[in-house]
């Protein structure tokens, strides 16, 4: 059974259809890649999967539950975590608690707990420690030791961009969205990258969606790739059959000229 | 990209239990249940003859009609600069009680010496003046002082900048003109009594008449300015996006300034407008009509201006009729007393059944988001 | 010769401010308090600290810290002159102007008594002629001083400070040290530091201040070490307790009184600050929270409550009111939850005013009294005793004992899950939502905590005052306390503490009076000018907390760089929900 299964998504913001009729499904650990031309509705999608919009129409049922209108904190809950184009990260706390903010829906302590010093809220802070240095140490020596108590603002783009992905983890996922991971990356910053999200599903079990523009990262990272244009679905499939596909080559390069226009 | 479209600011979601929502229902259900038993009680305590009479409900809406429109000429201020600046004004109350407080010296030496009732028209003209170029003055220099040091700051720095600016004008005025309260002087005869107009006696007072005047004249002209005027122009191209509009080459400092004048010199006209209806004056008369104009402006959709107008008008008839008509209803004593809280509890209700105003909010796109 | 373009523009402005402080009064008024007896009072420290300040900004020219800043004494001094003698002359100009016509018809204060304390008792002719030399050389004294060298600099100022320190708390110094002889020999009958004492008093701070900057940065270091450094800390916070325990033992009844509305301000400043500065829900209304607590124990413990009397016990009252309080938190903050940041500022003012409003209205007079309030609120039993606010020097105890309760809970909360998922939401509420938090039940959260601190300050008022009235409740009160967290530092505990001893120790809260009294008048005019000059000069606060400071100074390059970033976040966010 799919681990998420979208269909007939709509979303219309202010009378432009910026998803239209989208249908989509992906299987636990696979790797889907969405690409399109710039405003095709690609971060649409995720804002709507993640629940940032609900859908005007449409269903999303996520590991067999119905989520589409549903809290953007229920549906981390349920187990779908994200990135952003832009990072936005918290830039004034720290780096480690920026991690540590991350596993709040998966742990429970609230005030009484803070106020008493109970036991369970002193070991769950132990563990919320433990496992946020532990997630930290996933991306190697880029994101460890003295710069945990850096706060994240200091950080270059390329780490705020490692450090997004530490928080989305951190929400213990089982499926990740990954909007635009390499944008503004060096080519070995790209690479090293690409080959994370291949560790994210060998080492963590994790399944992942993530728009990309890079096609070197497309190709090498998904198993299959989804191309939206104009909030459509216009092809799907493995990355030889979209790279040869005529109407990704229009959607991205424009008819060509002198073409029927039928 | 394509389009600077801002996505929506509500989040419609599919029904399912949630406390927030099903309280917000609850009190618009709740509300919605005790305004109509109170409007239904006020009537039936009409039918019956008890309770105020037909003229006394018909004065009271009139001169809620006149405070309202003096609301409203104070929201335009607030609005204006919401609009652009994407803050919260609080000290603009106290640019409407500058122009008030001074507009009084204008009023006393011709009242003292006869002019004010041999020539009633042109000592108002004196007063409106004074007290317009007092409040675009105070306004002017709030900017430049307090507020444009802070262009840039994240948004809530402004605002709790307007709420130290607002105490330190009103304590100025304090120590300046002394705690006690002044008085204006007495509308002239001529504009005291009623209205009338080619021998038909109308039951408005020529005060009141003079003050809706003034103000659907002030709005005309504002309207006018912002709509068809460059200077009007280059003030909607810097609310809609501040950025753009200096690399277009229009100067955002001077028409920021401009933006703080115009809405200094409405709440200058507001000022005339409360010196002939209620006449008297002291350090704190900016604080509630400006948190009521705020709420008008709020009423009405915050950044339009004939929203602003509309939600004053409306913020007077609630809070005039509202309590008689409402509570009185319900059979509570004093209402009176309430006329305040029901303008709170009208903003409460607003910005939860309409989050957005009557006419829809006017904002740039970085205060949308 | 051309006039510094500083100078041009320090000189009028100072002029302009010595003009106003004379006509609002604030200089003839303050002339009432004596500082140094009998040759300066606090109105002549107010009249000359424009020309003084001033000067030294000319002096000190463009600031840019790029560069080392040239320092140069006779320059400065030439520069602060000048501004000085600009100053001078507006204010004489002013003054001129004014003394033919009568305006006190208009202007109350501005009349002789006035020019007579402008002009040093001495007429408007010679008068003024002094008022612009004295002006010209303390111009010329704050322009030097910006020239001068560190040590010098640091030496005028810390004398300076302490001679301001022993004049304005003059009051707390004599009940400390009672003995008549030597209260006699440092401050004058008449009220004010004697001439001598002021003298040793700044020759004091000049050398032991000198001695003790060369150890503080080994102390500082020896604080920083881990083992030794916990150590010293924690001594430090024992003989910081130890005072605090032994210090309304030593005072009278009017330090004590004023202590404990410090406290209780300190109290209402440690709630306001989970909602302002820890969640970054800016309520205008949270003195609603702090009725909900007076009245509710008023109705509860008072045998003279209007309708419903059961007269209980203060302490049984008292967990009954938390709850009530927490119920109200969640009545305001369930309606503000989804609204914008300031929408909720002004929606929280409104349910302030209703609060108050409705309980001065003759509908629920028959349960809270309206106008005349509830009296005979009874003290609060603790074993054998019974204290109120007739025994300030007890009841200062228990209200430290709730401080402390409340400083202990807003440091357990910052630093826990729900501290951080606060902070995760002032910073950007949308992202908290993502990653999982719910920013509802965090938001009530806050709302309630804030509100049961609020409800323990409510509690306390009542039983120490005796009696609640409405006018203890107006929005006056929730901007007050607003100013309180803001001037000592958003989201900072001790920052909280600094503020509230600060404003209402010194300048007196919204119904009380400070330690100086002659500023009762002027008091929110300083709250408001204290409130703008932080906003646009330090907006993190005297003492900030680590997050907050970051946030609005932090590592400025760095943060410009990054700032600069974020600058372009609402065009991507727009762009962000299309693509």
Redesign the interface.
């Known amino acids: 059974m799919a681990l998420l299964d979208i269909r007939d998504l709509q979303k219309q913001f202010g009378g432009v259809q910026a998803l239209d009729g989208v249908d989509f499904h992906i299987d636990e650990g696979e790797i889907v890649s969405v690409i399109g031309p710039n405003g095709a509705g690609k971060t649409s999608f995720f804002n709507v999967i993640s629940g940032m919009f609900a859908p005007d129409s449409g269903t999303i049922v996520f590991d067999g539950d119905h989520v589409a209108g549903h809290l953007p904190n229920e549906i981390t809950e349920r187990g779908i975590a994200r990135t952003f184009q832009n990072v936005r990260l918290f830039p004034n706390l720290t780096v480690l608690e920026n991690v540590m903010v991350g596993q709040h829906c998966r742990t429970d302590q609230g005030m009484w707990g803070a106020i008493l010093q109970t036991k369970k809220q002193k070991a769950e802070e132990a563990r919320i420690e433990e496992n946020a240095k532990e997630i930290l140490s996933f991306f190697g020596t880029r994101l460890a030791g003295y710069r945990h108590d850096q706060p994240a603002f200091v950080l270059s783009y390329a780490n705020r961009r490692r450090l997004e992905i530490a928080r989305a983890m951190a929400t213990e996922p089982k499926l990740l969205l990954l909007d635009e991971p390499t944008a503004g990356m060096n080519p070995r910053e790209t690479i090293e990258l690409t080959e994370l999200i291949g560790k994210l599903r060998s080492e963590r079990g994790l399944t992942v969606v993530i728009i990309e523009h890079d096609m070197k990262v497309v190709r090498d990272v998904s198993d299959r790739v989804v191309v939206l244009d104009h909030g459509v679905k216009i092809a799907e499939g493995d990355y030889e059959t979209i790279s040869t596909n005529d109407d990704v080559i229009e959607a991205y390069l424009g008819r060509p000229q002198g073409a029927d226009d039928e | 990209m394509s389009t600077d479209l801002a996505p929506e600011v509500a989040k419609p979601r599919r029904f399912k239990f949630n406390w927030v929502d099903s309280f917000l229902w609850f009190v618009r259900v709740a509300a919605l249940i005790a305004i109509t038993i109170g409007v239904v009680g006020s009537f039936q305590n009409f039918a019956a003859g008890e309770g105020p009479s037909a003229t006394a409900w018909r004065d009271l809406i009139i001169s809620s009609i006149t405070t309202g429109s003096m609301y409203g000429l104070i929201a335009l201020g607030y609005s204006m600069v919401y609009g652009v600046l994407g803050f919260i004004n609080f000290a603009h109350g106290e640019v409407f009680m500058s122009g008030t407080m001074v507009g009084l010296i204008s009023a006393t030496m011709p009242f003292n010496n006869g002019f004010w009732d041999s020539s009633p028209f042109i000592s108002i003209v004196v007063v409106l003046l004074v007290a317009m170029i007092t409040s675009t003055l105070v306004a002017i220099v709030i900017e430049r002082v307090a507020y444009r040091p802070l262009r840039g700051a994240p948004r809530l720095i402004p605002l709790i900048t307007s709420i130290g600016v607002s105490f330190f004008v009103q304590y100025a005025f304090a120590g300046l003109f002394g705690v006690a309260t002044r008085n204006y002087p007495p509308s002239p005869p001529g504009l005291a009594a009623d209205l009338s107009i080619f021998g038909i006696t109308l039951p408005i007072s020529g005060t009141r008449a003079l003050v809706i005047a003034v103000a659907v004249v002030s709005m005309i002209g504002l309207w006018y300015f912002v709509t068809k005027t460059k200077t009007g122009s280059a003030m909607r191209a810097v609310a809609e996006d501040k950025e753009i509009a200096g690399l277009m080459g229009i100067d955002v400092d001077k028409t920021i300034v401009t933006t703080f004048a115009v809405g200094g010199a409405m709440a200058g006209v507001a000022g005339l407008m409360w010196a002939l209806l209620f006449r008297g004056v002291d350090f704190l008369t900016g604080f509630l009509p400006g948190i009521k104009a705020f709420t008008a402006a709020v009423l009405g959709g915050i950044g339009n201006l004939p929203g602003a107008m509309l939600g004053g008008v409306l913020l007077g008839l609630f809070e005039g009729v509202g309590p008689l008509l409402v509570l009185g209803g319900l059979g509570i004593p004093g209402v009176s007393q309430l006329k305040d809280a029901v303008a709170f509890a009208a903003l409460v209700l607003v910005l939860i059944f309409r989050p957005t105003g009557l006419l829809g909010e006017r904002l740039g796109s970085e205060d949308r988001v | 010769m051309s006039i510094d373009r500083y100078v041009r523009k320090w000189g009028p402005v100072a002029g302009l401010v010595m003009s ?1 402080m004379a ?4 200089i003839r008024s303050f002339d009432g308090r004596m500082m140094i007896n009998p040759v300066l009072s606090l109105g002549y420290i107010a009249l000359l600290l424009p020309p003084a300040v001033f000067g030294y900004l000319a002096a000190r020219g463009e600031v840019n810290v790029l560069e080392e800043q040239e320092r140069d004494v006779p320059g400065g001094a030439v520069k602060g002159a000048m501004v000085g003698l600009i100053a001078g002359l507006v204010t004489v100009v002013f003054m001129l102007v004014t003394a033919p016509f009568d305006l006190s ?5 501005i009349n002789d008594a006035m020019v007579d304390v402008m002009t040093f008792h001495q007429g408007l002719g010679l008068g003024s002629l002094i008022l612009i030399a004295v002006s010209t050389a303390v111009g010329a004294m704050g322009g030097a001083l910006h020239g001068a060298s560190e040590v010098v600099r640091a030496g005028v100022l810390r004398s300076l400070g302490w001679v301001m320190l022993f004049a304005l708390f003059e009051l707390v110094v004599t009940d400390i040290i009672d003995v008549r002889a030597i209260v006699r020999f440092i401050y004058a009958a008449g009220g004010g530091l004697q001439l001598w004492s002021a003298l040793i008093i700044a020759a004091l701070a000049w050398w032991l201040g000198g001695r003790y900057a060369g150890r503080r940065a080994e102390f500082s270091d020896m604080a920083k070490a881990s083992e030794a450094g916990s150590r010293l800390r924690y001594s430090l916070i024992g003989i910081g307790i130890l005072l605090l325990i032994i210090l309304p033992m030593l005072v009278g009844g009017i330090v004590n009184e004023l202590l404990i509305n410090v406290a209780l301000f300190i109290l209402m400043g440690l709630g306001l600050n989970i909602v302002v500065g820890q969640a ?1 829900l ?1 309520d ?1 209304g949270y003195v609603a929270f702090f009725a909900v607590g007076a009245y509710g124990t008023a109705v509860l413990t008072s045998p003279l409550s209007p309708t419903f009397a059961p007269a209980l016990n203060w302490w049984l009252a008292l967990p009954i009111v938390m709850i009530f309080a927490a119920i109200a938190g969640v009545l305001v903050g ?2 503000v ?3 914008r ?3 909720l ?3 929280t ?3 302030g ?2 609060v108050r ?2 309980l ?4 629920l007079t028959p349960y809270f009294g309206g106008a005349q309030g509830i009296t005979r609120i009874p003290g609060i039993t603790v074993g054998p005793l019974t204290i109120s606010g007739t025994s300030p020097e007890l009841f200062i105890y228990l209200t430290m004992i709730f401080v402390a309760i409340a400083a ?2 807003s440091y ?2 910052q ?7 606060w ?2 939401m002032r ?2 509420e ?11 039940k965090a938001k009530l ?1 806050a709302f309630v ?1 804030g509100a049961i601190i609020a409800s323990f300050a409510g509690a306390l008022f009542s039983a120490k005052v005796g009696t609640v009235f409405t006018n203890s409740f107006d929005v006056l009160v929730s ?1 007050i306390i ?2 309180v967290v ?1 001037v000592g530092g958003m989201g900072s505990i001790r920052g909280v503490a600094l503020g509230a001893l600060m404003l209402i120790g010194i300048l007196g809260g919204p119904k009380s009076q400070g330690l100086l009294t002659e500023f009762a ?2 008091k ?2 300083i ?6 000059f932080m ?2 000069k330090r ?1 993190e606060g005297l003492l900030p907390s680590v ?2 400071s ?2 609005l100074h ?2 400025e390059a ?2 410009d760089a ?1 700032l600069d970033r ?14």
């Open positions: 106003f006509a609002i009064g604030m018809g208009f202007f109350p204060n970054g800016l205008l369930t309606p939850i989804r609204m940041g300031d929408y500022a002004i929606v003012l409104g349910f005013e209703i409003l409705l001065l209205s003759d509908w202990y809970i357990r909360a630093n826990s899950r729900v501290g951080r998922a902070a995760a910073e950007d949308d992202v908290a939502e993502a990653i999982g938090i719910s920013t509802v959260v905590t901007i607003l100013v803001i008048e002027f929110l005019l709250y408001g000018a204290i409130l703008v906003m646009l907006p997050r907050r970051r946030e932090g590592a760095e943060q990054w974020r600058g372009d976040f609402v065009d991507e966010d727009a762009e962000e929900a299309i693509t």
